[in-house]
T-cell receptor, first 114, second 111 residues
Framework: ETGVTQTPRHLVMGMTNKKSLKCEQH?????MYWYKQSAKKPLELMFV???????ENNSVPSRFSPECPNSSHLFLHLHTLQPEDSALYLC?????????????FGPGTRLTVT | SQKIEQNSEALNIQEGKTATLTCNYT??????LQWYRQDPGRGPVFLLL?????KEKRKERLKVTFDTTLKQSLFHITASQPADSATYLC??????????FGKGTMLLVSP
């Protein structure tokens, strides 16, 4: 185990549903991330939080809404998704947001939008 | 902008041989290069980090080199085993940026 947990592990949702992904880290880290990984594509950074403040939003559509209530928890709220949003969503954490620190990833949530 | 490139073709090698994976970057030298392993359907796992001013890093059977002249990092697995089969990701960052990941190279080690 990496110290980063994600729930649910699998999620199937219709295009009109609202759901949330949850991430929790037990490592005492200050930075947390959401990534999207589609088949045959590199990891796409979606959001970065450092000390609970959002520091990066890489042009992510507004149907994805992150929330970071404290340094240990990160949520990704989903609504009105499209089939092309089906992917593996990965949460990660690191001591700080800069590249000098390695990232610890959760197991991911496999999302299917029907 | 910085681009990082990994060989998209899978690397097939025989057990016991040394696997060598390549990560090339195009512009300025990144301050940090990191290597991760990813198994299907799972999150990446950190392996090694090398800094711009370091030539080489080792960890057990793993070795990473950083050549700023060639703009390249090489990742070696010696005495490879079938359990080493996975996708290996290279990631780079400057001093004040977050990591950017490459597409990864799949390694297949056959018995």
């Amino acid at each position: 185990e990496t110290g980063v947990t994600q729930t649910p592990r699998h999620l199937v949702m219709g295009m009109t549903n609202k759901k949330s992904l949850k991430c929790e880290q037990h490592l005492g880290h200050n930075a947390m991330y959401w990534y999207k990984q589609s088949a045959k594509k590199p990891l796409e950074l979606m959001f970065v939080y450092n000390f609970k403040e959002q520091t990066e939003n890489n042009s992510v559509p507004s149907r994805f809404s992150p929330e970071c209530p404290n340094s240990s928890h990160l949520f990704l709220h989903l609504h009105t998704l499209q089939p092309e949003d089906s992917a593996l969503y990965l949460c990660a954490s690191s001591q700080d947001k800069f590249g000098t620190y390695e990232q610890y990833f959760g197991p991911g949530t496999r999302l299917t939008v029907t | 902008s910085q681009k990082i490139e990994q060989n998209s073709e899978a690397l097939n090698i025989q057990e016991g041989k040394t696997a060598t994976l390549t990560c090339n970057y195009t512009n300025y030298s990144p301050a940090y290069l990191q290597w991760y392993r990813q198994d299907p359907g799972r999150g990446p796992v950190f392996l090694l980090l090398i800094r711009e001013n370091e030539k080489e890093k080792r960890k057990e059977r793993l070795k990473v080199t950083f050549d700023t002249t060639l703009k390249q990092s090489l990742f070696h697995i010696t005495a490879s085993q079938p359990a080493d089969s996975a996708t290996y990701l290279c990631a780079h960052a400057s001093g004040y940026s977050t990591l950017t990941f490459g597409k990864g190279t799949m390694l297949l080690v056959s018995p």
